[in-house]
């Protein structure tokens, strides 16, 4: 036994400082980029360059655009409320961020006769030298996508600006229609892996064909749900409906200036990463493949950022009703199904 | 008990889909719309009034202001009701001429039609490959004209000047490329189901509304009216081309959307034709009293230095009278209205601008839907508002 506070292994202090920070620069660091691929790739997808005066290929773009909106006038309307104004950017963006607490990056890995697993939130176990994943980072996940709602809603209401309102109403009735099929989309990654610890999701998913998606057709059905409702969650095309520019001219940050809005436009592309690593986890085996653990998981979540890229070069919007048919009338009767037809094929093929 | 009340909501002059400067309050009960008034006059430079300052030739320069995205056609429509007062008749080459360009403004104005419409409902990458494509059309603009979008390039009895060499050989070019580029843009769109679904549907109006509306264009074959001045009353040579007339039947966006896309392609055909047709020979009338001599002519004659001087100082006279002149411009039935009383400036000129004429539609076809549908209405009207405010 090492040196411990109150009660608790040194080690454990150490590793946990040492994740949280490099999480954080890794998530901070890709949603900067983020920002960046985006331009460029789709640039070339509609033949156009993208960003390219800043730095070499332009890859200084987005610390000049987060220094353009720093020195840019802070402005509150003066009808807003101002309180839930000023708060409402930092509810959109925390719970984007602090979703990456439960996210595994790879398997545990020992540290001076500890096993540590890489994830952020965990709790020593105190006899065994292990230190253990927290049983309800599934839960977590859909608790702060939830509360990021309220980010948008409120600056929506908050702003005291039509156009905002109309944005802000639509952002609140899309992410309540798409996280209930999301749930349950989820529910069929329960029943396959029964548990909720999301280490222990990922550990069962090692090889290719023990991917949650491709376990059996109602996974794999369930997987592309998940993914399609995680998109209209966090208001990507074909869902970006709340910052509709051709309709709502920017939606719910329309009266957003400077950093205000710099941290809404932080949270959109932080969400876009938290989804695809979500995704990643529950549904395309986590840390598992070729690669050394962490190189894996970080693959999958560019790989499913490049699709969320490509989506939006590609697909037109949908209109307010046709987003919430498909919703409540499509996916949420789908997923259903596929929930009932995955508990039978698991009591076919146990 | 709870009450409800309608929201308005100032859009434009300044958003981004009304295409300029095009204020629209509207009724919103929700995101349903009750309620539409059209407001104009953000652009409004007084055309029709300037005009009646100006010689016949220096009103052409305004008419390129009119619809900023099909200035030939403007052109030309103010040209042939000139010609009409006059009696004149424009050489053959110059007909032809003038047909190609009219087209391959058609073909400009449905790319900007296209790429807009499908930027308002959020296809993003179109708008850039149109806009790529008319690209090609603007340098045949400029290598024509010297202008990009102002032309001023056809003239009172035929053309401001020969085309440049290779112009042949850039038009063939478009006419072997762009039907692939328009395959691009079907291929994203046309069996799109995001697009099917926010189109089909979309901006029903019937082909007896759209008659009462005095609807013309694509818009009005989109109701399955079978109406295009190019075949029905044809001018500047267009009965020498044979071209189809597409329409639709459902009356919606989706249905006007197939009809342009389908104009894009017979327009090709009949620059085709066109071009197969040309031939050399003058471009200006032979009527010394209209036309500006050559410049040879100019500097070595006195004869030509008289006629020149006298065009460019005081203009010509034209006979007493007035005269309509319809053409079949992008958007619709663009009209010229000009009355004469003898001398060298109109006495009034009238114009009929198909897109404001189109728009006085928009509460019919947008009310009682959601605001992302009007949207997708302003679109497919495809309006401009230098032309609506004149």
């Given at each position: 036994m090492g040196y411990e506070i109150l009660g608790l292994p040194l080690i454990y202090y150490i590793t946990m400082v040492a994740k949280t920070v490099a999480v954080f620069v890794f998530v901070l660091l890709t949603v900067a980029y983020a920002t960046w691929a985006e331009r460029k790739l789709?640039?070339?997808?509609?033949?156009?360059?993208?960003?390219?005066?800043?730095?070499?290929?332009?890859?200084?773009?987005?610390i000049a655009d987060g220094l353009k909106l720093f020195f840019k006038e802070e402005i509150v309307p003066a009808q807003a409320s101002r309180f839930a104004f000023l708060i409402a950017p930092l509810v959109a963006l925390v719970p984007a961020f602090i979703s990456f607490a439960v996210i595994p990056f790879g398997d545990t890995v020992t540290i001076a006769g500890y096993q540590v697993p890489l994830q952020i939130a965990s709790v020593y176990d105190g006899t065994s030298m292990r230190v253990l994943d927290i049983n309800?980072?599934?839960?977590?996940?859909?608790?702060?996508a939830s509360v990021g709602v309220y980010g948008i809603v409120l600056a929506g209401w908050a702003s005291n600006s039509k156009y905002s309102l109309l944005g802000g109403l639509r952002s609140s009735a899309q992410m309540i229609s798409y996280e209930l099929a999301a749930g349950l989309a989820i529910i069929l990654v329960f029943m396959s892996s029964e548990t909720l610890s999301l280490h222990k999701i990922v550990a069962e998913q090692a090889g290719l064909f023990g991917w949650n998606i491709f376990r059996n057709p109602f996974m794999f059905a369930g997987g592309i749900i998940f993914f399609i409702c995680s998109l209209a969650e966090i208001n990507r095309t074909p869902f970006d409906l709340p910052e509709a520019e051709t309709e709502l001219v920017s939606g719910f940050c329309t009266e957003y200036s400077s950093m205000k809005y710099a941290m809404f436009f932080m949270a959109e592309y932080a969400n876009m990463v938290t989804v695809c690593a979500v995704t990643t986890t529950l549904f395309l085996g986590g840390w598992h493949g070729p690669f050394p653990p962490v190189v894996n998981f970080v693959a999958k979540v560019y790989g499913l950022i490049f699709v969320c890229m490509w989506i939006r070069a590609t697909y037109p919007r949908y209109r307010y009703d046709q987003l919430m048919r498909l919703g409540w009338k499509v996916f949420l009767p789908a997923t259903l199904l596929l929930i009932c037809g995955n508990a039978v094929w698991l009591l076919v093929f146990p | 008990m709870a009450t409800t009340e309608t929201m308005t909501v100032n859009m434009g002059p300044q958003h981004p889909s009304t295409h300029g400067v095009l204020r629209l309050v509207i009724e919103l009960d929700g995101e349903i719309i009750r309620k539409i008034t059209p407001h104009i006059g953000y652009l409004h430079r007084g055309v029709e009034k300037i005009s009646e300052h100006r010689t016949y030739h220096q009103t052409i320069p305004l008419t390129d202001r009119l619809d900023y995205?099909?200035?030939?056609?403007?052109?030309?429509?103010?040209?042939?009701?000139?010609?009409?007062?006059?009696?004149?008749?424009?050489?053959?080459?110059?007909?032809?001429?003038?047909?190609?360009?009219?087209?391959?403004?058609?073909?400009?104005?449905?790319?900007?039609?296209i790429a807009c419409h499908a930027l308002d409902i959020g296809a993003m990458t179109?708008?850039?490959?149109?806009?790529?494509?008319?690209?090609k059309i603007m340098d045949i603009y400029e290598k024509i004209s010297g202008a990009r979008m102002t032309s001023n390039y056809f003239r009172v009895g035929g053309l401001s000047k020969e085309p440049y060499a290779g112009f042949e050989r850039d038009v063939q070019e478009i006419i072997d490329t762009f039907p692939g580029h328009f395959d691009t843009y079907e291929g994203l769109l046309t069996e799109n189901t995001i697009w099917k679904q926010r189109t089909i549907g979309n901006g029903?109006?019937?082909?007896?509304?759209a008659v009462d509306y005095g609807i013309t264009g694509?818009?009005?074959?989109?109701?399955?009216?079978?109406?295009?001045l190019r075949r029905d009353n044809p001018y500047s040579g267009y009965e020498n081309y044979a071209f189809q007339v597409p329409t639709g039947t459902n009356c919606d966006t989706y249905d006007r959307y197939k009809v342009r896309m389908v104009e894009l392609r017979e327009s090709v055909k009949i620059?085709?034709?066109?071009?197969?047709?040309?031939?050399?020979g003058p471009i200006l009338a032979d009527d010394p009293q209209v036309c500006y001599p050559p410049k040879e002519s100019v500097y070595n004659t006195i004869e030509g230095l008289i006629h020149h001087f006298k065009i460019a100082s005081e203009g010509f006279p034209v006979?007493?009278?007035?005269?309509?002149?319809?053409?079949?411009?992008?958007?619709?039935?663009?009209?010229?209205?000009?009355v004469s009383d003898g001398g060298t400036k109109p006495y009034r000129m009238r114009i009929r601008p198909p897109s404001f004429v189109n728009l006085g539609a928009i509460e019919k076809m947008a009310k009682g839907a959601m605001i992302a549908d009007l949207v997708a209405v302003i679109g497919t009207l495809d309006i401009v508002l230098g032309e609506i405010d004149r």
């Open positions: 789709i640039g070339h997808m509609q033949v156009r360059i993208g960003p390219k005066r800043v730095g070499p290929y332009g890859l200084l773009q987005p309800v980072g599934v839960l977590y996940i859909l608790a702060m | 995205l099909a200035p030939m056609s403007n052109n030309l429509g103010y040209v042939l009701a000139v010609e009409k007062l006059l009696g004149i008749e424009v050489p053959e080459r110059a007909q032809t001429i003038r047909v190609i360009m009219a087209e391959l403004t058609r073909i400009k104005s449905h790319l900007v039609w179109v708008f850039l490959y149109a806009f790529r494509e008319r690209e029903v109006i019937s082909a007896e509304d694509p818009a009005l074959r989109g109701s399955g009216v079978d109406w295009d620059v085709k034709q066109a071009l197969d047709a040309l031939k050399p006979p007493e009278g007035e005269v309509y002149q319809g053409i079949e411009a992008p958007k619709g039935e663009l009209g010229y209205y000009l």
